[in-house]
Structures are given as C-alpha cells and as structure tokens.
C-alpha cells in the first residue's frame, strides 16, 4: 500500500471568524492550498476512472449496510471494471474498499486529517492524505465517474447536497448520483418532494438521483451513464516529471 506522509494542522486553522488575516498568513495559506491540489492530483492521476463511494465511518463488519456496501464495492470492481474510491476511512469506506479488493480491483482513498484521527483502512491500494475538507471534496469529484451513497452523517449529506447541486447548476453534467438505504433516507426523500411541492426545486431536479437498495440495480444505473456518456482515456506517466502509477 502506497503511503502519503500526514501533514499536520496548524493549532489556528480552525479559527476562521477573525476576518483577514495579515498578508502573509493569507499567502501561506494559499500557497498550502494550491500544494495540497498539486499533491492530491498527482497521486491520483493514474488510477484510473473511478466511482466513488460514500457513507457513515461508524458501521462496523456484520451491519447490514456495511456488508451491502462490501457487495456493492465488489460489484463496482468486476462488473464494470472501475476503481473504487472512497474517503479511506472505516465503516462504509472500509466495506467499499474490501469489497473491490476481493473482487481483484483497485482501491483507493482520499483521506483527511482531523483532530481525532482517522486512520485509513487496510483495504486500500492506495491513498492521498489531505487536511482541507474543500480540496478532498474537488479531488473526489474530478476521477470519479458517479457517487453512491450510503446512510452516513453530516459528511454524507454534505457530499451528496453538494454534488446535487453542481449537477443542477449545470457545473457538471451526466453524473449519476445512486443513493442505498431506501428506509434510512425515507424522510430525506420525503423532503425532496417538499421542496417540489414549494417550488424550491424543479420537479426534474428529483431525476437527478435515484433510491434503491438492489446493488445491481444501483450498478446497471452507473452503466447506463458510462455507456451513453463518458469516454474512458488512459494516460501514461511521464518519467521526466517523476510521475509513477
């Protein structure tokens, strides 16, 4: 497993109400940004056309959604011949991962510094450490080909809202978005059509996603997007920049 050194948190970045800081905080802090895309992007370049999975880091071995989200990793990895990329945490990460490490696939995580550490899991074949939520957030969006989400917290809600949004802005277009766990999002569904109902979203905007809880049905889904829309282009590394798989 490829190993990315752990960068650490500065005691005051999480101090973001104190308005503009003096020029050349701002600067350093512009400058971690860009390296941490120009880290981030490097390691990933070459894995490969990705789908990207999500869900709650607190389901453990045995949970029903942590051993659909295994089957559903697999799935991804035989089926369509995809890499599975997930946050590289425990729980449903971990289960994505394993799942697409037993079917013989890549696996691979984007994952984060916090606080409370959150260590990688050991199903991965690879993986990039970030300490800005945003950066990790742009990464897991440019490889992937298509999210799938499982019941999660916040950060679940955040991807998938988030993501919701660019498609119906049109900032990205063709990008399947299947959420699993139809009892688990049932009011968040629910709401969904709230929204429609006063006019806050478009009654199309609800085709931007689909709930199921069938793994087939969730990967023939993606495959209908791959086959219609995207083109698979494999890029090779360039010695001179010291690139590498």
Sequence with gaps: MNTSRRPLIARNESVWLEGPGNRRSELVFALRVFWEF??????????????????SARFREGH????????????????????????????????????????????????????HEQKENPYLDKFVLMRYF??????????SFGFIIFPGGFGTMDELFETLTLIQTRKIANFPIVVMGTDYFCEMRAMLHTMVREGTISPADLDLLIFTDEPEEAIAHIRRHLTKNYRIVKRRPRWWLFEKR
């Design 38 to 55: 120009i880290r981030g992007m490097r390691a990933l370049h070459f894995m490969g056309p990705a789908i990207t999975v999500f869900g």
């Design 134 to 143: 945003f950066v990790r957030k742009v990464l897991l969006v440019k490889y």
């Design 64 to 115: 029903r959604y942590y051993e659909l989200a295994r089957r559903v990793g697999s799935l991804i990895a035989r089926d369509l011949g995809l890499v599975v990329m997930t946050g590289g945490g425990p729980g449903i990460m971990e289960a994505a991962n394993r799942g697409a490490r037993e079917a013989g696939g890549w696996s691979v995580g984007c994952n984060i510094v916090l606080p």
